[in-house]
């Protein structure tokens, strides 16, 4: 089991930066992916970027060349930097993690996908 907590969030202009930092605490040992995912009111969560354990990531087209999603084993958190930020990037935010299936089977674990709170993100101008 871990628990995640996100900040960053906050108002920006088009255009403008912002950097998400997510903490996690727990089992840690236990993750293989970490990432974050948005969702707009009334819309499906969906993912923006994710890492693995490796430091390989994944991104959304929608962030693929304004966001950067890195990984800090060290401490368990996970970031994500945003740049060139558009009012449709304006969503919650939601830290994720999952965990390697043999820490869950043997822990008798019932889930290994973990999120946050989520932080708000809005871009207007």
């Known amino acids: 089991q871990v628990h995640l907590v996100e900040s960053g969030g906050d108002l920006v202009h088009p255009g403008g930066s912002l950097r998400l930092s997510c903490a996690a605490s727990g089992d840690t040992i236990c993750i293989s992916n970490m990432g974050w995912y948005s969702q707009a009111p009334g819309k499906e969560r969906e993912v923006v970027a994710l890492v693995n354990n490796a430091g390989g990531t994944y991104y959304a087209d929608t962030a693929e060349g304004r966001f950067i999603a890195s990984r800090d084993d060290a401490k368990d958190e996970v970031y994500l930097q945003m740049n060139s930020l558009k009012p449709e990037d304006t969503a919650v935010y939601y830290c994720?993690?999952?965990?390697?299936?043999?820490?869950?089977?043997?822990?008798?674990?019932?889930?290994?996908?973990?999120w946050g709170q989520g932080t708000q993100v809005t871009v207007s101008s």
């Open positions: 994720y993690a999952d965990f390697n299936e043999e820490c869950t089977v043997q822990h008798g674990w019932l889930k290994n996908e973990y």
